[in-house]
């Protein structure tokens, strides 16, 4: 059973006990995603949670590390639209002392000037990546052009605003946005309840609370962007809306999407890339906000056949609307199913899979739960669902030598 407490200054711990696993692992989502920086200051959350790391609390960056290690801790971490994210999975044992770590990374972070520049280095090298990997590049574009400002931010920032920020900068965004109020600690695994609630109260109960401020949004009227890159190939991104995670009308939406790619046999694989050969690579898939939801699309071709790939894409998009088959679906569910199971294996992917169902519910879903759910879509549900909201009004950004057509009446 799912257990959740929230505490007096707003911090929220949901937990799900896996008393058959010998580890635990949990995910700490704070407050601190791209849509609070200012525009001229791209990345700052980033390099924030970068110098974040390097030393808090009693340890420097040196003994934060083998404090980890010799606990035995795999953490991760990334900057997100809404949240910073810092996930750790370690031995059920060992679980108390590693948040321990971590509530000291969250309320006594040095960010040490020493390092700063060290720190930007790296937010450089994170951007530079982005330019070595234009796929990568031509999504992150796709996102930032088809939602409204700033919910499509990159999370890399650009050089110019990186080599602006300062270590004030820094230190002001981390006492502005680290805080309880929005916070959602997430843990799965092996653990008691009560003395988890107890040890997460002693650590963050009375780290003080501060108001959020709702972003400003600002839309990008452009539905075509082309970006120049002399290279062999073209990338080519599409989106278009759908519902955010908390619609009632996910399932069907996300299931839609699962009929489009998420295996060989679904559709932008079978069509566009094996019966036709356009591409090498062609995905879609859903991403929520929590007031938004859109379905972004990849398709990567030589520059030759960029413009046959572009039509196709977008054809087989429309088909969608005209609904999808059985058979389809039943494969579908396999997937599901199979990835469902997968869940109950991993404190980790079960403590942030909890963790975000309460940034957008306000509750975290059980597993069976998910799996009625997944049980309860029909092809009749998807179909109406599709009748109601086919795909249509395109974002499109290629990537390439020269630009592509694009068909009146889809963007």
Not at 37 to 64: I, K, N, V, Y
Not at 320 to 346: F, T, V
Not at 348 to 358: E, L, N, P, Q, V
Request: charged fraction near 25%; proline fraction near 5%.
């Amino acid at each position: 059973m799912i257990q959740s407490h929230i505490f007096d200054n707003g911090l929220v711990l949901v937990a799900e006990p896996m008393d058959w696993l010998e580890s635990a692992a949990f995910t700490i989502l704070v407050p601190a995603g791209c849509i609070h920086e200012s525009p001229d200051r791209g990345g700052l959350s980033g390099f924030t949670c970068e110098m974040a790391l390097r030393g808090a609390g009693p340890r420097d960056s040196r003994q934060f590390i083998n404090d980890l290690d010799c606990l035995g801790v795999e953490r991760s971490e990334s900057v997100g639209e809404s949240h910073t994210r810092f996930g750790a999975a370690t031995l059920a044992g060992n679980l108390h002392e590693a948040l321990g770590i971590f509530a000291d990374v969250l309320r006594r972070a040095h960010l040490p000037a020493a390092q700063l520049e060290a720190g930007r280095q790296v937010m450089y090298q994170e951007l530079r990546s982005v330019e070595d990997e234009p796929a990568q590049k031509v999504m992150l574009e796709l996102r930032r052009r088809h939602y409204p400002d700033p919910w499509g931010r990159p999370s890399q920032g650009d050089a110019a605003s990186l080599q602006a920020i300062s270590l004030e900068d820094i230190r002001n965004h981390f006492q502005r946005v680290y805080r309880p109020t929005g916070t959602i600690l997430g843990v799965a695994g092996r653990f008691h309840w009560e003395s988890l609630k107890d040890h997460v109260g002693n650590l963050l109960g009375d780290w003080q609370p501060s108001e959020a401020v709702d972003p400003a949004e600002s839309h990008h009227p452009a539905p075509y962007q082309h970006l120049g890159y002399d290279s062999n190939q073209t990338q080519i991104g599409v989106a278009y809306a759908s519902v955010p995670y908390r619609s009632e009308d996910y399932f069907p939406a996300w299931g839609a999407v699962g009929i489009l790619s998420g295996g060989m046999s679904a559709r932008l694989f079978t069509e566009v890339r094996e019966r036709r050969g356009l591409c090498y690579s062609v995905y879609a898939t859903h991403h929520t906000l929590p007031h938004l939801g859109g379905v972004f699309c990849y398709a990567g071709t030589s520059a030759e056949r960029a413009q046959e790939t572009l039509d196709v894409l977008l054809a087989e998009l429309q088909r969608l609307g005209e609904g999808i088959e059985e058979h389809e679906l039943e494969r579908l569910k396999a997937r599901i199913k199979s990835a469902l199971i997968m869940q109950q294996e991993s404190s980790s992917a079960r403590s942030g899979s909890i963790a975000r169902d309460w940034h957008h519910l306000g509750r975290a879903r059980t597993l069976a739960e998910l799996d009625a759910l997944v049980d309860g879509l029909t092809s009749e549900r998807i179909n109406a669902y599709l009748a109601a909201n086919p795909p249509r009004r395109f974002t499109i950004v290629t990537l390439g030598r020269k630009e592509l057509e694009v068909p009146l009446g889809v963007s």
